[in-house]
């Protein structure tokens, strides 16, 4: 088998498995790796110094693992054709989190495709991650021509728009690689004008302002005030800079069942509904969702804040 034919291979297995975008790239030291050097030293990162952990390894996907000769960067498309709704009694779950977490689903499928390839070729060895290890995913979407990194610092198709989910996959062997795509932001800056806390810059997000950052990873203390008060609705993640995106009008609905809702509640959830869970309660409603990460308290503090704010602007 050529080298060709063993990479188109490698990419017919990866569609019938049910990934919907794959790209190809060379193991090697990315040329903007050393911007998260830089981020991490400006403290954009907030309270999440785990990022700070094997800078070594992220910057050279290498160092991570030696063998590596390839890089193979799969996409999900987690869109459902459901909306947030613009009541102030409901809250809002960013729409990643209404169905299963994908970071299981995208890791079984990882898993079932390195079996795939081992088939194809036995001396084939490769590592499999999903958000849990020191990969810059991004980046690497970028270089194997998943799309391009917008200035809202997602990735963007045009064929799927922002509603992505991101795996990769880095083996030991050399395949043909595909092109870094175009970036077709253009001059728009609808991204950067909606963030109502000014997290995002052009191609900068500094998460410790970011609302999905504040409702998720910013554990155990309240919610600045300055931020409580630009939050909106939400009570785990944000939305906003992807709902604005213009790409985002071809968006598809995905075919994977297990992203669609959990539960139609998580959509336009009451306020006061997520506000009276136990946390008994809450874990039986979101033990299989990416929202059971915020933990319970966390989860709770988020929705308070919303409705304190929303009891203090109210007519005496």
């Given at each position: 088998?050529?080298?060709?034919?063993?990479?188109?291979?490698?990419?017919?297995?990866?569609?019938r498995?049910?990934?919907?975008?794959?790209?190809?790239?060379?193991?090697?030291?990315?040329?903007?790796?050393?911007?998260?050097?830089?981020?991490l030293?400006e403290?954009?990162?907030?309270?999440?110094?785990?990022?700070?952990?094997?800078?070594?390894?992220?910057?050279?996907?290498?160092?991570?693992?030696?063998?590596?000769?390839?890089?193979?960067?799969?996409?999900?498309?987690?869109?459902?054709?459901?909306?947030?709704?613009?009541?102030?009694?409901?809250?809002?779950?960013?729409?990643?989190?209404?169905?299963?977490?994908?970071?299981k689903?995208?890791?079984?499928?990882l898993?079932?495709?390195?079996?795939?390839?081992?088939?194809?070729?036995?001396?084939?060895?490769?590592?499999?991650?999903?958000?849990?290890?020191?990969?810059?995913?991004?980046?690497?979407?970028?270089?194997?021509?998943?799309?391009?990194?917008?200035?809202?610092?997602?990735?963007?198709?045009?064929?799927?728009?922002?509603?992505?989910?991101?795996?990769?996959?880095?083996?030991?062997?050399?395949?043909?690689?595909d092109?870094?795509?175009?970036?077709?932001?253009?001059?728009?800056?609808?991204?950067?004008?909606?963030?109502?806390?000014?997290?995002?810059?052009?191609?900068?997000?500094?998460?410790?302002?970011?609302?999905?950052?504040?409702?998720?990873?910013?554990?155990?203390?309240?919610?600045?005030?300055?931020?409580?008060?630009?939050?909106g609705?939400?009570?785990?993640?944000?939305?906003?800079?992807?709902?604005?995106?213009?790409?985002?009008?071809?968006?598809?609905?995905?075919?994977?069942?297990?992203f669609?809702?959990?539960?139609?509640?998580?959509?336009?959830p009451?306020?006061?509904?997520?506000?009276?869970?136990?946390?008994?309660?809450?874990?039986?409603?979101?033990?299989?969702?990416?929202?059971?990460?915020?933990?319970?308290?966390?989860?709770?503090?988020?929705?308070?804040?919303?409705?304190?704010?929303?009891?203090?602007?109210?007519?005496?």
């Amino acid at each position: 088998m050529t080298l060709r034919e063993k990479t188109k291979a490698i990419k017919e297995i990866g569609l019938r498995l049910g990934f919907d975008k794959i790209g190809i790239a060379p193991a090697e030291k990315l040329p903007h790796a050393s911007y998260l050097t830089q981020w991490l030293s400006e403290g954009r990162h907030g309270t999440m110094q785990w990022m700070e952990n094997y800078l070594d390894k992220r910057l050279d996907i290498r160092k991570l693992y030696p063998p590596a000769q390839s890089v193979i960067v799969v996409a999900r498309n987690y869109y459902t054709p459901f909306k947030h709704s613009p009541d102030p009694n409901k809250g809002k779950i960013s729409r990643y989190a209404w169905g299963k977490d994908y970071h299981k689903i995208l890791k079984k499928n990882l898993k079932r495709f390195l079996s795939a390839l081992r088939e194809i070729d036995s001396t084939l060895e490769g590592r499999l991650f999903v958000d849990t290890g020191p990969v810059q995913e991004k980046l690497w979407a970028v270089r194997a021509g998943i799309g391009w990194q917008g200035k809202n610092t997602n990735i963007i198709s045009r064929n799927f728009g922002s509603w992505l989910f991101l795996g990769v996959l880095i083996i030991n062997q050399p395949l043909e690689y595909d092109q870094p795509v175009p970036d077709y932001c253009g001059s728009c800056n609808a991204c950067v004008q909606a963030c109502p806390t000014n997290a995002l810059q052009p191609y900068r997000l500094d998460a410790s302002k970011c609302i999905s950052y504040l409702t998720i990873e910013y554990w155990d203390r309240p919610i600045p005030e300055t931020l409580a008060d630009k939050m909106g609705n939400w009570v785990f993640g944000c939305d906003i800079c992807q709902d604005v995106c213009p790409w985002n009008r071809f968006a598809q609905t995905t075919e994977e069942q297990d992203f669609f809702p959990l539960d139609p509640r998580f959509v336009q959830p009451e306020l006061e509904w997520l506000a009276d869970l136990s946390e008994e309660e809450f874990k039986r409603l979101f033990k299989k969702t990416p929202v059971i990460r915020a933990k319970f308290a966390n989860f709770k503090r988020n929705v308070l804040t919303i409705l304190r704010r929303r009891w203090s602007h109210s007519p005496k």
